[in-house]
């Protein structure tokens, strides 16, 4: 397994998990879709959970569009000694009736996790949580950056 990172910004706290098998010319996952349909929507739930993380001069702000999931399905957690914090759920897929016919299945149902290592500058005791229209936001407050004391120091001599 191999890490790469997600756009051309180098941002050395957010990758994501590399796909060996995109790109090639036969589509790997085609036969396991046949055989196992659950198995293709469960992995590209891991793999979909977008995630944006900006930075304002008072905190880190993680934004995730997480449509048709109740706050219970979702848990936030922070590791305090390495400072990741990780966000994980499920979204349940839909109860299949024995009449239906599916035409098209195009949402994703499953687990997601991300996990993103925090900055120094992260205050991890007083990370916030909150769900609104299908939105996580995930606040976490930064420590004011001391300035260190520079003393002048005199140089005695000739």
Known sequence: MSIVKRSDICDPFSFDLWDPFQGFPFDAFRSLAETRPGFV???????????????????????????????????????????????????????????????????????????????????VGQVKASMENGVLTVTVPKEKVKKPDVKSIEISGN
Do not use: M, Y
Request: aromatic letters at 8%; proline letters at 4%; glycine letters at 6%.
């Open 41 to 123: 929507s469960d992995t590209s739930a891991f793999a979909n959970t977008r995630i944006d993380w900006k930075e304002t001069p008072e905190a880190h702000i993680f934004k995730a569009d997480l449509p048709g999931v109740n706050k219970g399905a979702v848990k936030v957690e922070v590791e305090e000694e390495g400072r990741v914090l990780q966000i994980s759920g499920e979204r349940s897929r839909e109860k299949e009736e024995k009449n239906d016919k599916w035409h098209r299945v195009e949402r994703n149902s499953g687990k997601f996790l991300r996990r993103f290592r925090l900055p120094e500058d992260a205050k």
